[in-house]
């Protein structure tokens, strides 16, 4: 069997890692195509070097842009690959512009198209992930569901005989790297001279998080109040809006800070005292690592976090305050997210159907 996956943003290097594990260990030609959505090394190259994923094959340097500009450069390009390429399934992950165009470039060539993170849903038309997700869902031949509430959500649209609930490959790659981290201290806690397990770790860089200057000073000062430091690791987008509107991102307890490889990110969840994010990857990895999580958010996805205590979702200063402080939740052994062997199955589905 060929594959072709398509990734470019840092969520899907993430993905990709266990994806390209499983590929080569059952002996399939894995084409990986780089779109350039994320160019700087910390958002990119360091995932292929500390995962262990191969080089891409294609790297389609796109770089940044508006919605359109950024989609169209990635579709136009695509095509010719595909089309040189003609894999049995090309697989596109998540939900960013990356994903999208990979999606729509496969269905026009009539090259079948797989979807790794099928399903998922916030009923929010006003963020772009959302888009992404159900048009390239209803794209796409084949939906890889992570969980049951995906499954559900794609079976409302009339899509459940193209789907499959393979579990989260997020599961596979963040219990692999716990375990190399576990019991050894946090380069950032050591970094910055924190006290282990008297800090949080936060992320922010959703548009509606920081498109907005207001919300954007508004979350700095909440996060600025907290009763620990807040080490804010600083995707580039927070940073460019921070500072075109002169918003401090280090005030008061927040501290910024370059964002992390992906196992010095997990060694500093495991050793904080929270995290506070709107990223949706950190929403789970915290849940598996059993770290409470805040959100910062309207609403999430990831539901079964906050079903089961360790997500709260937070959106004014108080509201952050008051979810950081809240006592631990009650221990669970519920396994949403699958046991760590989703992309074997995955390839598995992908083989049998090839
Ligand atoms: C994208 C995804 C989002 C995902 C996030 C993970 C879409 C619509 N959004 O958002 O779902 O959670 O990635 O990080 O695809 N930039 C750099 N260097 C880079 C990459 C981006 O400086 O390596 C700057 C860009 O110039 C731009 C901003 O960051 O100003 C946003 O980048 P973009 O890739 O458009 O979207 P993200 O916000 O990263």
């Not at 910390?42 to 262990?52: A, E, K, N, R, W």
């Not at 800070?257 to 994010?277: E, N, R, W």
Request: hydrophobic fraction near 45%.
């Amino acid at each position: 069997m060929k594959l072709l996956s398509v990734v470019g943003a840092r969520p899907q290097f993430v993905k990709l890692a266990p994806i390209d594990h499983a590929a080569r260990a059952a002996g399939v030609d894995h084409v990986i195509v780089h779109t350039g959505q994320h160019y700087d090394p910390m958002l990119s190259d360091v995932f292929f070097d500390d995962l262990g994923i191969a080089e891409p094959d294609v790297h389609l340097g796109v770089g940044s842009g508006s919605h359109g500009v950024q989609t169209g450069a990635m579709l136009s390009a695509l095509d010719a690959v595909v089309d040189a390429q003609r894999p049995d399934w090309v697989l596109v992950y998540g939900d960013t512009n990356s994903t999208l165009a990979a999606a729509l470039s496969a269905v026009k060539l009539h090259v079948p198209v797989a979807h790794l993170e099928a399903g998922l849903r916030s009923f929010n038309r006003r963020m772009p992930e959302e888009i992404n997700r159900v048009l390239t869902d209803h794209a796409a031949d084949l939906l890889l569901a992570p969980t049951q509430v995906a499954v559900d959500h794609l079976a409302d649209e009339g899509l459940v005989e193209r789907t499959v609930l393979v579990g989260d490959v997020m599961t596979d790659v963040l219990f692999q790297v716990r375990d190399q981290v576990a019991g050894k201290p946090s380069p950032l806690v050591a970094e910055l001279g924190l006290t282990p397990g008297e800090h949080y770790v936060s992320t922010i860089h959703r548009a509606e998080n920081t498109d907005d200057p207001e919300r954007l000073a508004a979350i700095a000062t909440g996060l600025g109040g907290l009763d620990k430091p807040v080490v804010l690791l600083a995707h580039p987008r927070v940073i460019a809006k921070a500072s075109a509107h002169g918003i401090e991102l280090t005030q008061g307890s927040l501290i910024a800070h370059a964002p992390l490889a992906y196992p010095d990110l997990i060694a500093a969840m495991l050793g904080s005292a929270g995290v506070v994010t709107d990223s949706g990857g950190l929403q789970k990895e915290a849940f598996l690592l059993r770290v409470p999580c805040t959100t910062v958010r309207e609403e999430t996805e990831w539901v079964e976090t906050v079903e089961l205590g360790w997500n709260v979702l937070a959106n004014t200063a108080g509201e952050i305050a008051a979810a950081t402080a809240r006592p631990r939740p009650d221990e669970t052994d519920a396994a949403p997210y699958g046991d760590g062997h989703a992309a074997a199955r995955v390839i598995s589905e992908l083989q049998v159907r090839a």
